[in-house]
């Protein structure tokens, strides 16, 4: 199946500093990218839509200055949390799939752990 | 927002027992989607059903479909303790053109050796 790594895995990091997560899709191209967030214990719960070359689309509550999204290219997605803080300690998840999403599949990355001090 | 809700929460089960989780969701949609995710891990695709389809098998697993009731189920037939993990629903919009998943609050399962 598609291959899809984010970096880092794990970050610590001082409050109100900045932390860049990249999401690649390794051996295909993802036109749109998913972020996700989950706390210990909970479900996933959506970020935002990521399209290749446009805004992302975020879901109600997100706010996209402290969570910035960029889609520069088909194979890369990166999330920003800027000015941390440790509310917004949490796993954050990304996905991305091949197109047609009626019914295609998204390949999910591995997860990255954030913990703000 | 959450679509869905799973129940049981939380199972433990023998080895070799099987084991069923049940997915409900509010709005209509265009297929529905189980994952699996270890502690701690990404998420693991297991199976996709469309909203045309009623039952669909892959191994040990099996999902049914109920649309009328707005409901899935995931039965994982002779267990093992490799299945340990947490087992969500996740569902596409019926009228999305995005793809965007919804996911269920999930159930822990737990295989005892």
């Known amino acids: 199946g598609a291959v899809v790594s984010q970096h880092p895995s794990r970050v610590i990091c001082k409050s109100g500093t900045s932390v860049k997560i990249e999401c690649r899709s390794l051996d295909f191209q993802a036109t749109t990218m998913f972020w996700y967030r989950q706390f210990p214990k909970q479900s996933l719960m959506l970020m935002a839509t990521?399209?290749?070359?446009?805004?992302?689309?975020?879901e109600q509550g997100v706010e996209k200055d402290k969570f910035l999204i960029n889609h520069a290219s088909l194979t890369l997605s990166t999330l920003t949390v800027t000015s941390a803080h440790p509310e917004d300690s949490s796993f954050y998840i990304c996905?991305?799939?091949?197109?047609?999403?009626?019914?295609?599949?998204?390949?999910f990355g591995p997860g990255t752990r954030l913990t703000v001090l | 927002s959450q679509q869905g809700e799973e129940d049981p929460q939380a199972l433990s089960i023998q080895e070799g027992e099987n084991a069923t989780m049940n997915c409900s969701y509010k709005t209509s949609i265009n297929n529905l989607q189980w994952y699996r995710q270890n502690s701690g891990r990404g998420l693991v695709h297991l199976i996709l059903i469309r909203s045309n389809e009623r039952e669909k098998h892959s191994g040990r697993l099996r999902v049914t479909l109920d649309t009328s009731k707005k409901s899935s189920s995931l039965l994982i037939t002779a267990s093992r303790a490799a299945d340990t993990a947490s087992y969500f629903c996740a569902t596409v919009h019926g009228s999305s053109n995005t793809g965007k998943l919804i996911f269920g609050q999930g159930t822990t399962l737990q295989v005892k050796p």
């Open positions: 996905s991305g799939g091949q197109g047609g999403f009626s019914t295609d599949t998204q390949y």
């Open positions: 990521s399209n290749e070359g446009s805004k992302a689309t975020y």
